[in-house]
Structure formats: structure tokens, C-alpha cells
């Protein structure tokens, strides 16, 4: 079992940045891909962005302005954001699976966090 828990959300301003992390606890965090995901008002979950080791993955909405990283020792991802715009508002979500391939769909992922809230106002 894994368990993992996002901070970091809050209210920003447009072109402001933001950091959101993830902490996961249980099972061995390595071995796992993991990733985020959000989910606007109104719209469905989409994939955001994914790493395993040091091979990443974005959506291409947020390529260039997102960026992911790991931390193995301390079982933490993090998700930089610059250039925030209203449009990235959101709840996002911290998923882990054991396939990279499953964790980008989104489908049957094995672990989610319960979410942490992003509004930027313009």
C-alpha cells in the first residue's frame, strides 16, 4: 500500500510560479512511476505530467512551463509551475502505478492523493 499526500496549492496570480509536492509513504517509492494529474471545474481528470527515474513525461498544455522531479531518498515528487495561467486552475492530483504506460492514462492507476487546490486569478 502506498499513501500519498500533496501540498503546496494555494491562491496565486497569474505569471506567478508554484511548487507542489507530493509525499508518499509505504511500499518502496522507487519502484514506482509517478506522476500528477488536474482536474478544472467542470472538466474531466487530465494527465499533467510523469517521471520514473529521470525519464519524464508532460502534457503537451504544460511542456515548458511544468516541470517534474523525484526525490527517492526522502519518497517526495515535486511539480514546478511557472507562468501560472487562469486556465491551470485546478485540483491536482499525485498518482503512483507500477507502469509508466498505465500511470499516463490515467485508467486504473494503482494510488492517488486526495488532491490539493491551484486557483489563479488574473
Known amino acids: 500500500q502506498v499513501q500519498l499526500v500533496e501540498s503546496g496549492g494555494g491562491l496565486v496570480q497569474a505569471g506567478d510560479s508554484l511548487r507542489l509536492s507530493c509525499g508518499a509513504s509505504?511500499?518502496?517509492?522507487?519502484?514506482?512511476?509517478m506522476g500528477w494529474f488536474r482536474q478544472a471545474p467542470g472538466k474531466e481528470r487530465e494527465f499533467v505530467a510523469a517521471i520514473r527515474w529521470s525519464t519524464t513525461y508532460y502534457a503537451d498544455s504544460v511542456r515548458g512551463r511544468f516541470t517534474v522531479s523525484r526525490d527517492n531518498v526522502n519518497n517526495t515528487m515535486s511539480l514546478q509551475i511557472n507562468s501560472l495561467k487562469p486556465e491551470d486552475t485546478a485540483v491536482y492530483y499525485c498518482?503512483?502505478?507500477?507502469?509508466?504506460?498505465?500511470?499516463?492514462?490515467?485508467?486504473?492507476?494503482?494510488?492517488w492523493g486526495q488532491g490539493t487546490q491551484v486557483t489563479v486569478s488574473s
Open positions: 509505504g511500499r518502496t517509492f522507487a519502484d514506482y512511476a
Open positions: 498518482a503512483a502505478d507500477s507502469s509508466f504506460a498505465q500511470l499516463r492514462t490515467g485508467t486504473n492507476v494503482d494510488y
